[in-house]
């Protein structure tokens, strides 16, 4: 190998290495860079975690300074609530699911002060019966560990019931124990000795004021009953001394005793009532009821008064309205009668008018809304005063009223009456020219279905109506006009003459006209040959005998709707003659016609009455009357009486010595049982009138309710509606005269 050789292959393998010197630097710096790059990633994340590392130490001293802060208030809050707890006089712990003590204030461990065992650590159980060792417990005949077993087995309930603890020093404790979620038994022990003690002392004191209350219930009824047996003299007495011949001065003299008395009775009505409403013992005893037939009853009580001041009584009952509803049938009676009787009081000369109407509640069928108006064309009220006088003892106070005496009671006892039966009462007055009282009711109808309207004979033709009360001729044409009748008004009895009534046509005429008298008119058309109908409206259905054979039916004014459909639909063709009716005497039948008929005979009636007074009264009263009476002084002579007379109608008092009036009429009804004898009807003539004494009397059996002082009307009325048909005519044709005169 020559030198050129050697230096080339020198020089490549020089070259060489510097390429291999070139590359290994290559790798080497980027191993540097590398290397670097890494170092300062390292560098940052050194420099990251130290300040994340000093963020970490701040707050976790962050923490611990919140989370002392929270365990110190923490321990406030525990101490404030062991302190609140310590405060209560009443007993608290808590025991574990295991029924072990975890806690309890001072009050809790009170009862067992002395014993230190009691406290934390201790079981329910063991606290009994270590309480139970020292006598703590007052519990009776109970055995001991059947009383603790009933406790520990109480405290194992899901629903923990209370009870009371009866300790040996008197006091008592209630245990009201409840479960929380964990299972832990949160317990109270409220101290209701003084509790125990108030209910105590008004137990007492109710008991003492409920005896009071009866004491004043049994005084207020006592003297009513004591009040109203004289006063029964009293007014029973005038009013036969009225019927007797006396001078003006001496008349007057009878009718100031008489209206004195009744001025009485009314006034201890009111004030009986009133003390009741005050002392909210009024109670409502709602059935059902005829509203009509209320309204038509107490229109006959107040006949006698109608006629002597020559006023007229009309009825505007609704067609559509229903008769039926439920409520309380004596207080709505009350109400009405309060009402109606005020409007005849203040009214002097015209009419008092009654209007009912019942309008739907909604879509309830079952319900209506009633209004009752009672219109008068009396003295009026001032619009200023027309608030007042529904209050307490409150009258009208002016020279017009004076001469009008009463207790200012009505008006305010009728109102309570109202609202407490949920209704509204109001008046629209003007001085001179009258008022109207109106009141409102929701009323649940009481009939379940509607009657069948009253069919009127095809043949009916005109319906001639007499009455020189325009609003009457009214009220009569409404109620015909919806059986599609003809009808044809008349003021005068002429106007009826000339009319020259047919067969077909009906005459209904009041029997006081202005020209003549409405059997006059009866009488008149009779002899020119009318053989038609003619109705009568009169103040009583019983009709002396010569005018009695002129017309077809009497009815009580005002007229009932159905009664007068009934008069109608009942006439027979070509004659016109009623069908019988409760008016007229039924003809026998050939089955019902005995071979040979008895001889008439009088009615037979016992009255069972032990005040010597009353008795003078009720013979007086009806001694003018053909009848056979006899009185009995007690119930046990009424019950014997009974037995040997089979009287027709039995008056009974309900006071009497030895056996009373109810008690004589069990034993009666007994009697009727066990002989299989026809019912009698047995009249209550009493001087208990406080509410509820109706419902005690009737449920012994009687069958009608009068109460004292007895009205010569009401003793006439129950008499003429039970005579048999087999007994002579009760009213002889001077008593009926007078009594169709008013």
């Not at 006063?231 to 005793?257: C, K, P, R, S, W």
């Not at 004030?271 to 309204?295: Q, T, W």
């Not at 309830?364 to 307490?392: L, Q």
């Not at 008016?583 to 050939?590: L, Q, S, V, W």
Request: aromatic share 4%; proline share 5%.
């Amino acid at each position: 190998m020559n030198t050129a050789d050697m230096l080339v292959k020198e020089r490549r393998a020089r070259m060489a290495a510097e390429r291999l010197l070139e590359l290994k630097q290559a790798e080497l710096c980027q191993a540097n860079r590398k290397l670097s790059s890494h170092a300062r990633h390292l560098s940052d994340e050194i420099v990251e975690k130290r300040e994340e590392t000093e963020a970490l130490k701040e707050e976790t001293a962050h923490v611990r300074t919140e989370l002392e802060t929270a365990n110190y208030a923490v321990l406030i809050a525990e101490r404030r609530l062991w302190d609140s707890v310590e405060t209560i006089r009443d007993g608290f712990a808590v025991f574990d699911p295991e029924g072990v003590m975890v806690a309890a204030n001072s009050a809790y461990l009170a009862p067992f002060d002395g014993l230190e065992a009691v406290g934390p650590g201790i079981t329910y159980e063991e606290m009994l019966k270590l309480g139970m060792s020292e006598g703590m417990f007052d519990i009776g005949e109970v055995p001991a560990a059947e009383w603790i077993t009933g406790m520990v087995r109480r405290m194992q309930s899901a629903k923990i019931p209370q009870v009371t603890v009866r300790l040996w020093n008197g006091m008592s404790i209630r245990l009201m124990d409840q479960r929380s979620r964990d299972g832990d038994m949160v317990s109270l022990a409220l101290n209701i000795t003084d509790t125990i003690r108030r209910e105590a002392k008004l137990k007492d004191a109710r008991r003492r004021a409920e005896a009071a209350n009866r004491a004043k219930s049994a005084f207020l009824a006592n003297m009513s009953h004591e009040i109203r047996t004289p006063m029964n003299g009293v007014v029973g007495m005038a009013e036969l001394l009225a019927d007797t011949e006396l001078d003006e001065e001496q008349g007057l003299f009878v009718e100031t005793i008489k209206s004195s008395g009744e001025a009485l009775l009314e006034l201890i009505n009111d004030v009986l009532d009133y003390s009741k409403i005050e002392a909210d013992k009024l109670v409502l005893r709602p059935s059902v009821f005829d509203l009509e037939h209320i309204i038509h009853e107490i229109s006959v009580l107040l006949q006698p008064t109608l006629a002597q001041k020559n006023l007229d009584l009309l009825i505007d009952y609704d067609m559509f309205t229903p008769t039926h509803f439920v409520a309380d049938p004596v207080r709505v009676r009350q109400v009405l009668t309060n009402l109606i009787g005020n409007a005849i009081k203040f009214t002097s000369e015209g009419h008092v008018l009654v209007r009912v109407v019942a309008l739907p509640e909604g879509e309830d069928e079952d319900r209506r809304r009633v209004h009752v108006t009672v219109e008068d064309t009396g003295i009026g009220i001032p619009a200023n005063m027309a608030e007042h006088i529904f209050g307490e003892f409150n009258q009208v106070e002016d020279e017009r009223n004076r001469k009008f005496e009463g207790t200012g009671l009505g008006l305010a006892i009728t109102k309570r009456i109202i609202t407490l039966m949920d209704g509204k009462i109001w008046v629209d007055s003007e001085v001179g020219k009258g008022s109207a009282f109106g009141f409102y009711l929701m009323l649940p109808v009481g009939e379940s279905d509607k009657p069948e309207p009253a069919q009127m004979p095809e043949w009916l033709g005109r319906v001639i109506v007499a009455d020189d009360n325009v609003i009457n001729r009214r009220i009569v044409d409404k109620q015909l006009a919806v059986q599609n009748l003809t009808v044809v008004q008349c003021r005068t009895g002429q106007e009826v003459l000339d009319l020259t009534p047919g067969p077909q046509d009906v005459v209904l005429a009041d029997h006081r006209l202005p020209d003549m008298s409405g059997t006059g008119v009866a009488k008149t058309l009779r002899e020119a040959g009318y053989a038609g109908g003619f109705v009568l409206f009169s103040n009583t259905t019983t009709i002396p005998a010569e005018s009695r054979a002129h017309i077809t039916a009497c009815l009580q004014k005002p007229p009932r709707r159905r009664e007068l459909f009934a008069a109608l639909s009942g006439l027979d063709p070509p004659t016109n003659q009623l069908l019988p009716q409760a008016t007229a005497p039924n003809p026998p039948t050939p089955q019902d016609t005995p071979p040979e008929p008895a001889e008439p005979r009088r009615m037979r009636i016992l009255a069972a009455e032990d005040n010597k007074t009353n008795r003078l009264v009720f013979g007086k009263l009806v001694k003018t009357l053909t009848i056979d009476l006899t009185f009995a002084t007690n119930g046990r002579e009424a019950v014997e009486a009974f037995e040997t007379l089979q009287p027709d109608l039995i008056f009974m008092d309900i006071s009497m010595p030895e056996v009373d009036g109810k008690e004589a009429t069990r034993q009666i009804r007994a009697i009727e049982a066990d002989r299989d004898l026809p019912h009698t009807t047995i009249v209550a003539l009493t001087a208990h009138a406080m509410s509820g004494d109706d419902d005690a009397i009737l449920a012994a059996g009687l069958d009608h309710y009068l109460t004292k002082p007895l009205k010569k009307a009401l003793i006439f009325a129950r008499i003429e509606a039970e005579t048999p048909k087999d007994c002579l005519p009760v009213f002889p044709d001077e008593v009926l005269s007078k009594m169709a005169s008013g």
